[in-house]
């Protein structure tokens, strides 16, 4: 399912990041569950599968498609996809701007915890794939 995040809300937020890949130009986020709020139901996603198409490539456009910067005391590290496999992180703001989708939250790997922010820069569209869904009574 393609989603606008100017119509249908996603809510990631307290959501725990069970994977994330980069692949083919797409950046795939894989969580346990998450909320899908649209205009017309709300939904509780299992398994569900963020993909971020068309991802901007680093020769056009002199950037990363995928930033992701840890904060420890006063230094911010960088780290790559590669890196980041060790880390487990929680999900605890997100923003979808116009290209761009922002997450903010706790990354923690042996038992330290870090400031983390993932920003992913796309063209594409972003898409929602579940094992299951559960609409929820307003």
Same mark, same amino acid.
């Given at each position: 399912?393609? !989603?606008? #995040? ?5 809510? *990631?937020?307290?959501? %725990?990041? =069970? ?10 986020? =894989?969580?346990?569950?998450?909320? +899908?709020?649209?205009?017309? &139901?709300?939904?509780?996603? %299992?398994? #569900?599968?963020?993909?971020?198409? %068309? ?9 990363? #498609? !995928?930033?992701? =910067? ?8 960088? *780290? ?7 880390? =487990?992180?929680?999900? *605890? ?10 997450? $903010?939250?706790? &990354?923690? @790997?042996?038992?330290?915890? $870090?400031?983390? *922010? ?12 579940? %094992?299951? @869904? !559960? +609409? !929820?009574? &307003?």
């Amino acid at each position: 399912m393609i !989603v606008n #995040p100017y119509s249908e809300i996603i809510s *990631l937020h307290d959501m %725990d990041i =069970k994977e994330f890949t980069v692949k083919d130009g797409k950046a795939i986020i =894989k969580l346990c569950q998450t909320f +899908l709020f649209s205009a017309t &139901a709300d939904y509780v996603l %299992d398994n #569900p599968e963020v993909i971020v198409n %068309d991802l901007i490539e680093i020769q056009t456009n002199e950037d990363y #498609p !995928v930033r992701i =910067k840890l904060f420890n005391d006063d230094e911010a590290i960088s *780290l790559t996809i590669d890196d980041f496999k060790d880390y =487990k992180f929680n999900i *605890l703001e997100e923003a979808y701007g116009f290209g761009l989708v922002h997450f $903010y939250g706790i &990354a923690t @790997k042996l038992d330290k915890a $870090y400031d983390c *922010l993932i920003d992913i820069h796309y063209c594409g569209d972003l898409e929602i794939n579940w %094992d299951n @869904k !559960v +609409l !929820v009574e &307003a």
